[in-house]
T-cell receptor, first 111, second 115 residues
Framework: KQEVTQIPAALSVPEGENLVLNCSFT??????LQWFRQDPGKGLTSLLL?????REQTSGRLNASLDKSSGRSTLYIAASQPGDSATYLC??????????FGPGTRLSVLP | DTAVSQTPKYLVTQMGNDKSIKCEQN?????MYWYKQDSKKFLKIMFS???????INETVPNRFSPKSPDKAHLNLHINSLELGDSAVYFC??????????????FGPGTRLLVL
């Protein structure tokens, strides 16, 4: 059964810093790996989706990478802004199991 | 236009009551989901529905029953509510384009509090 973990659990950085969020999964038989953002009291917004055949995806200041062999994905946020403050979740879309979410990383970007 | 909508947004009720949460998606997706996010913020899948067929039920108590009147709707019925049912419930939908499995779109959540 797929298990997804994320480190760190929480992260606080000053505005302008580049940062990396980590996601690990135990079963490499995935369709894709997705990163979501959740603002307090809100639903989830999809940020990036990496198909199993891809290595990375980019959207604006966000870059997500996928290494299936090591069971890892990273989300890189460049030039962080206070508006980036939120909880970031990764989720694996698995063969036969559907989506499994990590516990999330709570990010605070200080002005 | 809201892609995935849920009603109600907040639901406060007594133990033992029966309640329903509605979900609608206007994306033409063929699969819909219900998730539960507990107080520790862990998000866990409860059900998924594909073309009106339940395809996953992740050890959820049978007090919870999904009902899909059509492809655009997946409602969640909860009988005999318990204190531990208090959580945020999210509906989501996803399309499938051939072999490409697409991202999910989430509703805003329904905050259920059982007293």
């Amino acid at each position: 059964k797929q298990e997804v973990t994320q480190i760190p659990a929480a992260l606080s950085v000053p505005e302008g810093e580049n940062l990396v969020l980590n996601c690990s999964f135990t079963d490499s038989a995935i369709y894709n790996l997705q990163w979501f953002r959740q603002d307090p009291g809100k639903g989830l917004t999809s940020l990036l989706l990496i198909q199993s055949s891809q290595r990375e995806q980019t959207s604006g200041r966000l870059n997500a990478s996928l290494d299936k062999s090591s069971g890892r994905s990273t989300l890189y946020i460049a030039a962080s802004q206070p508006g980036d403050s939120a909880t970031y979740l990764c989720a694996s879309d698995n063969y036969g199991q559907n989506f499994v979410f990590g516990p999330g990383t709570r990010l605070s970007v200080l002005p | 236009d809201t892609a995935v909508s849920q009603t109600p947004k907040y639901l406060v009720t007594q133990m033992g009551n029966d309640k329903s949460i509605k979900c609608e998606q206007n994306l033409g997706h063929d699969t819909m989901y219900w998730y539960k996010q507990d107080s520790k913020k862990f998000l866990k899948i409860m059900f998924s529905y594909n073309n009106k067929e339940l395809i996953i039920n992740e050890t959820v108590p049978n007090r919870f029953s999904p009902k899909s009147p059509d492809k655009a709707h997946l409602n969640l019925h909860i009988n005999s509510l318990e204190l531990g049912d208090s959580a945020v419930y999210f509906c989501a939908s996803k399309g499938t384009s051939g072999v490409i499995r697409e991202t999910q779109y989430f509703g805003p959540g329904t905050r259920l509090l059982v007293l």
